[in-house]
């Protein structure tokens, strides 16, 4: 990723003008007021900072790779290969995170603290928790990833399904709009599903919006949504082995 060093300056660059544009729009919409959905205006700049940079870590594109591999005909070469092709893909889209964490996620960062009220936490618990938390969703992404590529074994062509699940993730997961501000039923529809997993809780905890034993709970429902969507990328992947073709290649 160094290798194209203007990518990777404008990437960061990009990611900050992301802040910038959520940052003045918040500020617009607070206006006098100095609380909305449980966030006070410094929480919810600092919830808009940490939610984007840690996006940069979790994110990654497993799913347009394994369709890729399915389009081309690569994915069969994958499949003879002394590896679980699912865990080196997982494996893969780690090491690419860990290279955003310390040269993306943390200069980034240092750049909207400088730029922008971003208020970092003081207990010591907060970081333990929210950084544990940051693994947790990196992985739950990438099994989401993982399992809408996948899908490509069976529909062939999932641009669509990929686009939708982009989409989906950003906005249900708390990214755009934090969760606690959805209208009540939608809200309590999507703590029941995997996505608050990956963005919402995390900045939570690094808000202190959650604090002490609630750190655990938050840490919880990560590894229970973990442990769950293990099930149906393990019954999709061997499904999948049972159906490839090769279109081309």
Not at 44 to 59: E, L
Not at 95 to 119: D, K, N, S, T
Not at 225 to 237: E, N
Request: net charge positive; aromatic share 16%.
């Amino acid at each position: 990723m160094l290798a194209y060093r203007i990518n990777y300056y404008t990437g960061i660059l990009i990611y900050t003008l992301n802040i910038g544009v959520n940052y003045f729009t918040w500020k617009a919409i607070y206006g006098e007021g100095d609380s909305l959905g449980g966030f006070t205006a410094v929480q919810m700049t600092t919830y808009v900072a940490v939610s984007w940079m840690a996006r940069a870590f979790y994110f990654n594109n497993l799913d347009r790779e394994i369709s890729t591999d399915i389009r081309d005909g690569s994915i069969a070469i994958q499949f003879i290969r002394p590896y679980n092709y699912v865990f080196a893909k997982m494996m893969q889209g780690l090491g690419e995170g860990m290279f955003r964490f310390l040269l993306f996620m943390i200069p980034g960062m240092a750049i909207a603290m400088l730029l922008f009220p971003v208020q970092l936490p003081t207990a010591p618990s907060a970081w333990a928790g929210f950084l544990v938390m940051l693994v947790f969703s990196f992985l739950i992404n990438s099994q989401i990833n993982v399992i809408t590529g996948l899908s490509a074994f069976f529909i062939e062509n999932n641009e669509g399904v990929m686009r939708m699940k982009r989409v989906i993730v950003d906005l249900f997961s708390g990214l755009i709009v934090p969760i606690s501000l959805f209208p009540g039923w939608l809200s309590k529809v999507l703590e029941v599903l995997p996505f608050q997993a990956i963005t919402y809780l995390p900045g939570s905890v690094f808000t202190g919006r959650v604090q002490g034993v609630g750190i655990w709970n938050v840490l919880g429902i990560q590894v229970f949504w973990f442990a769950a969507l293990i099930i149906p990328m393990i019954l999709l992947y061997r499904a999948a082995r049972q159906r490839l073709f090769v279109q081309g290649g």
